[in-house]
């Protein structure tokens, strides 16, 4: 069977990896760190989510933006020093306000094909991921909001979620270690969490043993194309001192090549003489560990939404807590600020008082988002060369069907036949 090379052994990647197995090619993944799923898809909010399914191309959005611009602690940070990376990719954004109906119902029907996806992968394979399967609870504090999210639900709905509004007392009886007053919630019984990581190992270890190679520590520098497959040669960070490549670099050849490379894909596509504008969506979370009685007990296991402080979390066995939020655009920065962390450790003490807070681990990661915030699973203008990337803020929820087009799409290239479209999942 032909053999294809993943770059990237993110979310994207392993998905990737594994749906091309499950058609029968030869699979190798080139990683540039030691391990699977150690960027993006490392501690991020857990959620898989149909229910955040709304892209945030919307006037409202840009409004807030604004607004926030002169507050620290604003769920949404836009750096305005000048930078064409930056600012192609806002215009290109507000372009996009004008499909945020049809690709807010397209993401919802592409999350629910996701997560059956996603399900049936981690039973046939038997990864333990901390899933919890009790639903995500999105609440509100005032009527302009709640109004807001009934017209946004109305679009879920649309595109096949089974989601309804709630009252202050339901959000209570849905989850009990919530306290106070909100003006109302909905609900998604169908939506679950779990961790990325763990998830994003566990599958690494199926491709392995169902054929697949990885390449560890390996950062992809070159791709050229003699004839009809693909070469790609990478500099290993542990090469061997007696390597007798001249260059640095290492080599291997393939059918084809696809691109999961997360937030590294803009410039990885750029060498291949595509556009993909993918940029940096830089978030935060904290792991709050529950290491007594009294803070496992407080701690809730329902997943929420703060949709005020556009706070998310998830609660990852009994003995962890994951709170993450906030989207800030500045570029490839992955330093992680305390002024950032104060609002996720501030809120967690607001909500469950219960909780012991000192064990707290901060973490930072990019979004990978495309300006349309769909993600793009696209062949490229190179023959054979393919790219399952731009998750944004959805990639755990969405990656399991997006593997899948991006396979299927591969297939029939491979075999001379025509394009699969979003909604041909098999
Ligand atoms: C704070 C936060 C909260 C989030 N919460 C959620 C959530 O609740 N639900 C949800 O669905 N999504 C969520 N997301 C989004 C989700 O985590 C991402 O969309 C997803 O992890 C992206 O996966 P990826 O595989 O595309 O990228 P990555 O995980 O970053 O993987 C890309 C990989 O490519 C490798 N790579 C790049 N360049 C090269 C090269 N040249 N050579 C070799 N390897 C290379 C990188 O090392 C990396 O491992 C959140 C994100 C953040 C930051």
Redesign the pocket.
Known sequence: MPHIVV????????TTAYSLLRRGFNVTV????RY??????????????AS?AEVWNHASTILKGLSWMMRKDAPLLFNPFPNWHKFSWISEFVAQIPHYRRNTVETTRLAIQARRYLFEIAEREKIDFNHERRGILHIYRDRRAFEHATCVNALLREGGLDRHAVTSEEIHAIEPATHGVYYGGFFTPSDS?GD?HKF?RGLAAACERLGARFIYD????RITHPGAGVDVS?RSSVAAEDSDCRDGLERISADGLVV??????R??ADRLGDRVNVYP?????ITVHLDDERSQRSAPWVSLLDDKAKI?T?RLGIDRFRV???AEFNGFNKDIRADRIRPLTDWTRELFPGIEMTKVVP??????MMPSMLPYVQAGRRPNVFYN???????????AATSEIVAEKVKQALAGRGRVSMRGIP
Not at 260 to 265: E, F, V
């Open positions: 770059i990237g052994a993110g979310i994207t990647g392993v080139i990683e540039r760190h699977a799923g150690m960027e993006t898809s490392f501690a991020n909010g857990g959620q898989l989510s955040n969490t990325i994003t390996a950062s992809v520098e990478w999961c490379a997360g937030t590294a894909s410039t990885i969506v830089k978030g935060y979370s998310v998830s993450a939020g906030t973490w930072s990661g990019l979004r990978p990337t731009g998750h944004g803020h959805l990639g755990w929820t969405l990656s």
